[in-house]
């Protein structure tokens, strides 16, 4: 089973921009979607963006096209989300998954495990 370290969070002032990472062990990504999602406290879990295996298919929330990219290098196992133009509703902490592509819901984990994430905190 393929494992995720995210990182990259921090404190951050509106406007501001984080790249955050995640890094694959496990497996290679090379035949792997993989989505970002963040959880804000009290709130559930969303999805926030997802990427096919090769990188040429992505998707975005709402609340955040325009503003957040989602990119992919398979050389380095690698997933990123430069997040651009940040909100104080951005603040959460993200995590990263495998996933399967969902229609409207964009992407969904495939395994119900999840990493420790990356605090973001949009704040002045």
């Known amino acids: 089973q393929v494992h995720f370290v995210e990182s990259g969070g921090g404190l951050v002032q509106p406007g501001g921009s984080l790249r955050l990472s995640c890094a694959a062990s496990g497996e290679f990504l090379d035949y792997r979607n993989i989505g970002w999602f963040r959880q804000a406290p009290g709130k559930e879990r969303e999805v926030v963006s997802c990427?096919?295996?090769?990188?040429?298919?992505?998707n975005y929330a709402e609340s955040v096209k325009g503003r957040f990219t989602i990119s992919k290098d398979n050389a380095k196992n690698t997933v990123y989300l430069q997040m651009n133009s940040l909100k104080p509703e951005d603040t959460a902490v993200y995590y990263c998954?495998?996933?399967?592509?969902?229609?409207?819901?964009?992407?969904?984990?495939?395994?119900?495990?999840w990493g420790q994430g990356t605090q973001v905190t949009v704040s002045p």
């Open positions: 990427i096919g295996h090769i990188g040429s298919i992505t």
């Open positions: 998954a495998a996933v399967v592509f969902a229609g409207q819901r964009l992407c969904v984990p495939v395994y119900d495990s």
